[in-house]
């Protein structure tokens, strides 16, 4: 795998959007920002249907921050059963689509690059709203702390349309 190390420093108009080959990986930048889609994601991520939880990353600060987008649908095959004529979002996918954003920028950091993460801790997490079909989550992910080249602790934060709907610290530790 390849990390991002190219981004775009020159002003962008808005709205356009030019490409950067790095290696094996394309990324696109709008307004100087750093955009990976679906595909793009998927050579970064190890997730595959129906885990994968991340459309789109919408902006990415290497090594510091990502933002990702997770538009919910009816057909997601979890509303089957949660809840039959009430669907939500459960509360433990929209923590792992919040680390699927992480995991992004772990994967793109020099000294993890290739490396599987998985959860070692999850603190201060709380849900502030429902999260239905129709709604299109924004997770942004901010880079805390990197420990002895093995842990990483993020700040995440979830919004449907501006308000506040998760919120917590995720930790991940690279898989040996």
């Known amino acids: ?42 050579k970064l991520l190890p997730h595959r249907y129906p885990f994968a939880l991340v459309d789109r990353i919408i902006e990415y600060v290497p090594g510091k921050r990502a933002v990702g987008l997770k538009n919910i649908t009816f057909n997601e095959p979890q509303f089957q059963g949660h809840f039959p004529g009430r669907p939500i979002m459960p509360g433990v996918l929209i923590v792992e ?19 599987l993460f998985l959860f070692a801790g999850i603190d201060k997490v709380r849900f502030r709203r429902e999260v239905i079909p129709g709604d299109q989550l924004v997770m942004t992910l901010e880079l805390l702390w990197v420990k002895q080249r093995r842990f990483g602790k993020m700040q995440g934060r979830a919004e449907v349309d501006g308000q506040l709907a998760t919120e917590g610290e995720l930790m991940f530790s690279i898989a040996k």
């Open 97 to 115: 689509a919040m680390a699927q954003v992480g995991g992004v920028v772990m994967t793109q950091l020099p000294e993890f690059e290739g490396g």
């Open 1 to 42: 795998m390849s990390s991002v190390t190219e981004v775009n420093t020159v002003n962008v108009p808005a709205l356009a959007s030019t490409q950067h080959q790095s290696d094996d990986a394309t990324t696109h930048t709008t307004d100087n920002k750093v955009i990976f889609t679906v595909e793009e994601i998927q």
